[in-house]
């Protein structure tokens, strides 16, 4: 009786918390996928948009109207990641676990202004910038990141006529 109590508290301790640890490891790794899937099908059907980043408009384009637009994203760094650029810290170098949550919340922001732009009646998008801020402290001590805002933004406009912008 008192074998099995022990076994029961050993898995409680050990093995339950590190099955919930693989669970979550595999749950965002599904999510991750699905988004950057989503990602890549919203980018295709945008792709004949003009979004540019000149700061002057094209001369071609014949405007009546302009407006600012923004799209925007606040993504959370997963724990694994954030243990693992943890131990790339330690010696330096590149943090390679931080790139793909990067790259999602810039492509997501863009089609997010993109989106907005379109919804809007907008043609194309000139001057875009980005920009990108940590959004909260992971520890109580205000050191690490719990979560970083992409922010795209850039000047909508729409065409006096559908064609008259340059091909």
């Known amino acids: 009786m008192d074998s099995s109590f022990e076994l029961i508290s050993m898995f409680a301790n050990i093995l339950l918390p590190i099955a919930g ?34 700061d002057t408009m094209p001369e071609a384009w014949n405007v009546n109207r302009a407006e600012m ?29 931080y790139e793909p949550l990067l790259d999602r919340a810039r492509r997501e922001a863009v ?6 732009a379109k919804s809007q009646g907008y043609d194309a998008i000139f001057n875009v910038r980005l920009e990108t801020s940590r959004l909260a402290n992971a520890r109580r001590d205000g050191k690490g990141i719990a979560g970083v805002e992409m922010l795209a933004f850039g000047t909508a406009v729409k065409f006096v006529s559908r064609f008259s912008r340059s091909q």
Do not use: Q
């Open 69 to 97: 637009v923004t799209g925007s994203i606040v993504v959370s760094l997963d724990y694994f990641k954030r243990v693992i650029a943890w131990l790339r810290g330690l010696v330096g170098g590149r943090v390679k676990t």
């Open 111 to 116: 089609l997010r202004m993109i989106e907005s």
């Open 21 to 54: 640890l693989l669970f979550a490891f595999f749950v965002g790794n599904l999510l991750e996928k699905n988004h950057f899937k989503s990602i890549r099908e919203r980018e295709a059907a945008n792709h004949s948009f003009p979004v540019v980043t000149f």
